[in-house]
């Protein structure tokens, strides 16, 4: 038919559509042309046609990257900042309380001779020559940037602040870092890549957001999950390695770690609890790496369940008989995080996730934090080509070598650098040193003035905390650390001046101190007595040093 225009026009007939999928090139003047249809099918024939395995790997691809990028609800995340944030406040009062004996420039710690043993601990913030006032405020200040995060000002931001702190903090006193110091700047760590501060933050409550709106908030998931991952890996490496040790084979490794310095209650463990403390260490072989299962288990699994129940149990357990208090906590506040579902649907939280692909780009925090656990993998892994620098220096005058070299044979593990760029020093491997590692210890001190002798309190010149357990140990010939041999006796006189040191400025005018030591080997429940030697004399009249003191030799039965 013919308008009256003139062009022609088809009268009942429809365009035809273009199958989703499919090339087209644009009609040439408004219609189609033979030679465009042509070239379209020309380009489709030329396009490589991917085989089956291609395909297979990219679909499998995809799929794991939309599951590992699927958003999240917003509030369990932001639940674990405040607990987060709350935590790691407490840790930083505790680091502003103990600043005078581990971090002043007059407390326990020689820094200058830390740093020589550990050259790569001088990348901080902390430097020598550094008042104690200094310190003090870098703590106030993590304190109060840790309790921001919890209240949701500027929370990256401020984890930023306190993860550079906390970083520099265990930096600074290597020779005492423990779990709970690792586990917290862990926690710092993640909290700058989570994306947190959508809900439960001071600004929300004020402008009157409250629970219906937060419950609908979802962010992306990578990071997330990331964080997860890396909950896991501490369970699985911890589980395992704990295998290699004959003490948890044979039953009898929570016996000896129930009576170490750590323990709140050293004198619990009786030969009548000899078969329920085997039954717990053997338990611990078994559950600890299953709860790296709650990490995939889908949602409201009764086995998912069961393991909630275990980890609580089992992380309490350590709290209540153990002073590893930080990391356990921390690990429990985690499980907001693998239960995030469960609790969105028991407060009416909404049940589909967002369509939005802005949800899920990887984005810098994203990449960080999967290069992060593949670095932790590798780390973790690497762990079985490095020689076991724990192995028994006090019960072997010559130490065995088990054929492992490192890294270029330098007895190091390749992948702790970049970790330690990053600011992170991990090691999972907690509690399989307890065949060589455990020890208690006994101290009488004797004071002698110009009205006769006394025996002092031993707490006096011993901080019975954590750290000074930890300091104590390297008295008695027991390391935590890569310290070179010839190094080890430069180290225990350095300690024992600043133990007598500390002693003195609390009690001046005393002619003679001597401390006796009863060091023991633990091997099962039986608290056996072990020998008195004097361990260390000094002088606190007039001027104390290193002339006024006289070290005996470690013995560590």
Not at 179 to 202: A, C, S, Y
Request: hydrophobic share 50%; glycine share 10%.
């Amino acid at each position: 038919m013919v308008g009256s225009s003139g062009e022609a026009t088809v009268v009942g007939a429809e365009m035809p559509k273009q199958v989703e999928g499919q090339d087209s090139l644009p009609p040439a003047d408004g219609g189609f042309s033979m030679g465009s249809a042509l070239l379209g099918t020309v380009a489709r024939r030329l396009r490589p046609v991917p085989f089956p395995e291609q395909a297979a790997a990219r679909g499998l691809l995809g799929r794991a990257r939309d599951a590992a990028t699927r958003p999240v609800a917003a509030l369990p995340v932001d639940v674990f900042r405040v607990l987060g944030g709350l935590l790691t406040a407490v840790w930083f009062a505790q680091a502003f309380r103990e600043a005078p004996d581990f971090s002043g420039p007059a407390g326990l710690i020689d820094h200058a001779l830390s740093q020589q043993l550990f050259p790569y601990t001088r990348i901080g913030l902390f430097q020598p020559g550094m008042p104690l006032i200094a310190f003090r405020v870098a703590y106030a200040t993590g304190v109060g940037a840790c309790l921001l995060i919890a209240v949701g000002v500027r929370p990256r931001l401020m984890a930023l602040v306190a993860y550079l702190l906390a970083v520099s903090t265990y930096r600074w006193n290597f020779l005492v870092m423990y779990v709970d110091d690792e586990i917290i700047h862990l926690v710092l760590f993640w909290l700058v890549l989570l994306p947190t501060g959508r809900t439960l933050t001071l600004a929300g409550w004020w402008r009157g957001d409250g629970l219906d709106a937060w419950r609908r908030s979802w962010v992306p998931g990578l990071v997330v999950r990331c964080m997860l991952a890396n909950v896991a890996l501490i369970y699985i490496v911890a589980g395992i390695w704990k295998w290699t040790s004959p003490m948890w084979r044979d039953g009898t490794a929570l016996a000896a770690a129930l009576q170490m310095p750590i323990a709140r209650a050293p004198s619990l463990p009786r030969p009548e609890l000899e078969p329920v403390l085997a039954l717990a260490t053997w338990s611990v072989l078994i559950v600890e790496p299953m709860l790296a299962l709650l990490i995939i288990l889908p949602t409201g699994h009764r086995l998912k369940w069961m393991l909630l129940a275990a980890a609580v149990g089992f992380h309490i357990g350590i709290m209540a008989s153990l002073k590893i208090t930080y990391a356990n906590a921390a690990l429990l506040a985690a499980m907001v995080l693998v239960f995030r579902e469960e609790l969105m649907s028991a407060i009416g939280g909404a049940e589909r996730a967002p369509r939005d692909r802005s949800f899920r780009r990887v984005g810098p925090a994203g990449a960080v934090g999967v290069a992060t656990i593949a670095l932790l993998v590798a780390a973790m892994v690497g762990e079985a080509t490095v020689p076991s620098w724990r192995a028994a220096q006090r019960l072997q005058r010559t130490p065995t070598t088990d054929g492992r070299a490192g890294f270029a044979h330098t007895g190091h593990n390749l992948f702790y650098a970049p970790l330690w760029v990053l600011g992170l020093a991990q090691s999972y491997r907690l509690f399989d040193w307890i065949d060589d590692r455990n020890w208690d210890v006994h101290y009488r001190v004797a004071v002698t003035r110009g009205s006769g002798d006394e025996q002092a309190d031993p707490g006096e010149l011993f901080p019975s905390s954590v750290h000074g357990v930890l300091l104590q140990s390297y008295l008695h010939g027991i390391t935590w650390g890569r310290v070179a041999a010839d190094r080890v006796g430069e180290l225990r006189v350095a300690l024992a001046e600043r133990f007598a040191k500390r002693y003195c400025r609390g009690s001046p005018g005393i002619d003679q101190v001597t401390v006796r030591a009863a060091v023991r080997r633990i091997r099962d429940t039986v608290h056996r007595s072990a020998p008195w030697h004097v361990l260390m004399r000094f002088a606190c009249a007039g001027r104390q040093d290193s002339r006024s003191l006289q070290l005996s030799g470690s013995t560590g039965q």
